[in-house]
């Protein structure tokens, strides 16, 4: 099975950075406690485990409803493909077409955090860059079964976001 991907920096303006960090911590603290729920429970089936902790999770974190939905994915996910899960950190969110949408006139994202649905630019690179993404960005929205990462990555002092389509086959 093959993943294609596109990768993509965005310009975040200051004032949605914590809103970004609030959300990346809430999604964090969500997988750990639905990690938890799971082992204790040894329930590692997505619907089960969805009806365990959906309500709870909900309340004590404040995501949103499609964010809980992810979080409980990435961890059945992770169980399944390492032996032994570490504690999540925030650095990622899993997406979808409900919490995602490029908009190609503009060359934005919108991205539903928090504090609700925002919408970021681009980070523009050459020309050809541009119509590269332009390309696999119009393959990828095409498909409903399409899963968003969103990623913060701390470099030597600066901060960039990134956008990861993945078709899922």
Not at 86 to 115: A, W
Request: charged letters at 20%; proline letters at 2%; a positive charge.
């Amino acid at each position: 099975m093959q993943t294609i991907s596109v990768k993509c920096k965005l310009q975040v303006p200051v004032e949605l950075r914590n809103e970004i960090d609030r959300t990346l911590t809430g999604f964090a603290d969500a997988c750990n406690q639905i990690y938890e729920t799971a082992f204790r429970e040894n329930c590692w089936n997505t619907t089960k485990l969805h009806h365990l902790v959906y309500k709870p999770i909900r309340e004590t974190t404040g995501l949103k409803a499609n964010h809980v939905c992810q979080a409980i994915r990435r961890v059945i996910g992770n169980a399944k493909a390492v032996k032994q899960v570490h504690k999540f950190r925030p650095t990622s969110l899993n997406l979808d077409v409900r919490t995602f949408q490029y908009i190609e006139e503009l060359q934005t994202v919108g991205v539903t955090l928090m504090c609700g649905r925002v919408k970021l630019n681009r980070h523009y690179y050459k020309i050809s860059d541009q119509m590269k993404f332009n390309e696999n960005a119009l393959y990828f929205v095409n498909f409903i079964t399409i899963l968003i990462i969103f990623v913060v990555i701390h470099k030597v002092g600066k901060i960039y976001y990134q956008i990861s389509p993945h078709r899922l086959q």
